[in-house]
């Protein structure tokens, strides 16, 4: 049966849940405060990363959390701030950081990922769409012996659980970087991870909805949300009030505000992260992350980006000059030859990234909200994740079989 779905954000996975709630026969309209053409969405590594089995809430993070809170060049910069969502979100995070936790999320994280890329691949082929997408893999380069042995330790986790992961020496590197100079100790590499260019999916997808009748609403911010029933009835916006069957809720870093209006507790922060891009030759062919320094580098269709850092300061959009910094520094630390200029730094921007304390999105009904599907929560792995998110907020709402089990992701779990 047709719904009228009304999806609360625009980023990717607002897109992707258009565009399988069209292919059912729904009718969708997308609402969101932005302009569409910023933010993570935009700003990301653009991975398609399997290779990211270990939820950022792993055993040891939040100590160095702690120590990296009086450095804000650290890959992990968290502000402290007497703000109680924020304090329950640090306890629920931190509550998270252990190993049990990790062993059982890695096959929800792997199952959702390699869904996801599977459905790029079907979206590009059916739609004939011509974004930039990549399959050469990812390559974690490490300066020093504790870095490798930890990646070595990762590939090796990953490996049991099916991917195509392993060590690879200086020369192996060189054969697949030959143009490349590089300061390294070691890598590991995963054949199974794929690339794209973050902006051309998002415009050809637009367009795509644009044409098949879903309803865009930009600059329109939802300021309240009415409630009967355990049941949406409307939204205001600065604009309008407008009305639906089914309503998703996939804005992002903002979803923590909206989630209130609802009677929703959602634990979500925001975690900024930067990009410097430079179209300037750089010779690299293969996506990689620069371990220690947390930062992604991506060669993308006519440029190369820099991205990285998670900054969990609140919401802003405030440009940290230390941190883009910091990216540069590390450019220049492993790839020596390349001297990223004053002016790529100015151009740099920022995106916010809605983290949950667990390391997985929300994804499901809440038993608050009857006719309200919760789709945030997927910190950096959003674009790894936004296809698979798209399919099974279709399915929910189209009440068909979900494509994967949902428990883990349930938005009432409790931390």
Known sequence: MSKKVIIIGGGIIGLCSAYYLQKEGHQVTIVDQSNLDSGASYVNAGYLSPSHIIPLSAPGVMKKGLKWMLNKSSPLYIKPRLNLDFLKWTLAFNKSCNSKHVKKVIPTIKRITLLSQDLYDDIKRDENFSFHYEKKGLLMLC????????????????KQEGLDVKEISLKELKKLEPSVALDLKGATYYKCDSHSTPHEFMDEMKTYLKNKGVVFYANEK??????????????????QVLKADEFVLAAGSWSAFLNKKSGLKLLIQAGKGYRINTEKQTNISIPAILAEAKVAVTPMNGFTRFAGTMEIAGINHDIN???VEAIADAVKRYYPEINLTSEEKSNAASGLRPVSPDGLPYIGKSSKCKNLT??????????????????????????????????????????
């Open 321 to 323: 000059k230390v941190r």
């Open 222 to 239: 939802v300021e309240d949300i009415e409630i009967e029933n355990q049941k949406i009835s409307t939204i205001k916006t600065n604009k």
């Open 374 to 415: 919760i789709a945030a929560g997927h910190a950096m792995m959003g674009w790894s994740m936004g296809t698979a998110t798209g399919k099974l907020v279709s399915e929910i709402i189209s009440e068909q079989k979900p494509s994967l089990e949902l428990d883990n992701y349930h938005p009432d779990r409790i931390f």
């Open 143 to 158: 300066q020093t012996d504790k870095a490798l042995e930890d990646e070595i330790n990762t590939a090796n986790i990953a």
